[in-house]
T-cell receptor, first 110, second 114 residues
Framework: SQQGEEDPQALSIQEGENATMNCSYKTSINNLQWYRQNSGRGLVHLILIRSNEREKHSGRLRVTLDTSKKSSSLLITASRAADTASYFCATAAEGFKTIFGAGTRLFVKA | DTGVSQDPRHKITKRGQNVTFRCDPISEHNRLYWYRQTLGQGPEFLTYFQNEAQLEKSRLLSDRFSAERPKGSFSTLEIQRTEQGDSAMYLC????????????FGEGSRLTVL
């Protein structure tokens, strides 16, 4: 089963533009994570935000979390062609069971 | 390389055959997860272990699927009497008990059932 849904399902932007992806989830969480996956490869962890945090930054990434709305957003600033990948949010509740959403496919045109 | 290792990377089998995948997690990680991913979808949780104990098993995991982690180190995922619907990427991930919960993934084992 999958916990949440990402929006949009696919996003195509020009290099240099910002990309925003949203994630909604259904149950209470301990933390929310974002992962990246290049085609045919494993997932790579990008950033984790705890349930008591509202915003977190890491390089060109900015993540927000609204637990009242059960939603999160991932912003990638000044996107590059190399950012082309699928991005997944994942939520972890008690016991560290981690559930993934369906993902947003990002395409950055050079 | 000290990352998560999965073997084999690709497996083609005929319907009805049994297949086994192996995952070697990062050595100090005590939690190990198995996920299944089909094209265009996110990883679906199958099961996870803390040390050698299997803590939870998804309802997606029919009785044809079994996972073990006998000594709390490597894990195996066996699929018996494979069906075409089992064709997918099987992903393994591990994490440390003392960490934040960040999962470290292997490159996956792609199964094709003919």
């Amino acid at each position: 089963s999958q916990q949440g849904e990402e929006d949009p399902q696919a996003l195509s932007i020009q290099e240099g533009e910002n990309a925003t992806m949203n994630c909604s989830y259904k149950t209470s969480i301990n933390n929310l994570q974002w992962y990246r996956q290049n085609s045919g490869r494993g997932l790579v962890h990008l950033i984790l935000i705890r349930s008591n945090e509202r915003e977190k930054h890491s390089g060109r990434l900015r993540v927000t979390l609204d637990t009242s709305k059960k939603s999160s957003s991932l912003l990638i600033t000044a996107s590059r062609a190399a950012d082309t990948a699928s991005y997944f949010c994942a939520t972890a509740a008690e016991g560290f069971k981690t559930i993934f959403g369906a993902g947003t496919r990002l395409f950055v045109k050079a | 390389d000290t990352g998560v290792s999965q073997d084999p990377r690709h497996k083609i089998t005929k319907r009805g055959q049994n297949v086994t995948f192996r995952c070697d997690p990062i050595s100090e990680h005590n939690r190990l997860y198995w996920y299944r991913q089909t094209l265009g979808q996110g990883p679906e949780f199958l099961t996870y272990f803390q040390n050698e104990a299997q803590l939870e098993k998804s309802r997606l995991l029919s009785d044809r699927f079994s996972a073990e982690r006998p000594k709390g180190s490597f894990s195996t995922l066996e699929i018996q009497r494979t069906e075409q619907g089992d064709s997918a990427m099987y992903l393994c991930a591990s994490t440390s008990r003392t960490g934040t919960g960040e999962l470290f993934f292997g490159e996956g084992s792609r199964l094709t059932v003919l």
